[in-house]
């Protein structure tokens, strides 16, 4: 595929790419309203079993709901064009989205761990048979949304997010299986507490990645796939550059990483092909493909005593 590199007024090598649109709203829309049709029937079946844990998953599922909510909100955000005052466009908002969503999936385990010593405490009562099937429903429907999801969480951070909630809603319809379970064959009312702590921790885990990364991408941390020291040697490499400092990693989202720097030029390089050949290169070995290079003449102690005679005449 060939890319194109000009320069602007300024001296500058560009790498400029489409980009594909935002997160896919149409798959948050749907998630989103299967997610709170089925907390609706979890909280119903949750009042007629008296089961706890179809309350709570229930619950947890309309929170999720809100969540996702969230997520398709932004979602829309980052479509918008950009402007003159928002030159990046809102592409960040998928960012924001998905450290708001985290965060509050750090709060659920949170709560789930609470909730989840009380039931090892005093364990509720519960009917294993309205439990079981409502919640083997529930699993069925929140892998579907998953896999809608899947399509489009790797390369976006938000999208991730909102499948993370989905993937810990599975996670409490497979404990509500298991305790049903163990309500109806071996009469074992804990199982349901122990099951939340499991799934607990693993929401937790998952949430506070999330949130890392979504720092890191904030702070314009150097992406963890990058490493700083081959960029360098990469552009120190290109014929026509001596030097180079000032150099910049940082993605403007997970899947959208930049870099800026300034290289000194050889004696007699032409900073315009000196920027193209570093881009190219830097795409070729690296894959970045949004690259600006700021190109500078070699420093006096570098240039020929004669060349530096003939421009004092002159």
Known sequence: MPHDTKPDAHGHGHHHHGHAPGAPAQLLLLTLLLTLGYAVVEAGMGLWTGSLALLADAGHMITDAGALGLSLIVARIALRPRSANMTYGYRRAE??????????????????????????????????????????????????????????????????????????????????????LSVLVFDFKLADPLASLAIAAV?????????????????????????????????????????????????????????????????????????????????????????????????PDLVPLRIRGERKKG
């Open 95 to 180: 960012v924001i989205g998905a450290l708001v969503n985290a965060a509050t999936m750090v709060a659920i385990s949170l709560f789930i761990l609470v909730e989840a010593a009380q039931r090892l405490a005093s364990p509720p009562e519960l009917r294993g048979a309205g439990l079981l099937y409502t919640a083997l429903g529930g699993l069925l429907l929140n892998l579907c949304a998953a896999g809608l999801l899947a399509r489009s969480a790797k390369d976006n951070l938000n999208v991730r997010s909102a499948l993370l909630h989905v993937l810990g809603d599975a996670l409490g319809s497979v404990a509500a299986i298991v305790a049903g």
């Open 203 to 299: 929401i937790g885990y998952g949430s506070v990645r999330v949130l890392r990364e979504a720092s890191e991408v904030l702070m314009e941390a150097t992406p963890t796939d990058i490493d700083i020291g081959q960029l360098e040697r990469t552009i120190l490499d290109t014929p026509g550059v001596s030097a180079v400092h000032d150099l910049h990693v940082w993605c403007l989202t997970p899947s959208q990483p930049m870099l800026t720097a300034h290289v000194v030029l050889k004696h007699a390089a032409h900073g315009t092909d000196v920027a193209k050949r570093v881009g190219e290169r830097l795409h070729a070995l690296h894959g970045l493909d949004h690259v600006t290079i700021q190109p500078e003449p070699p420093a």
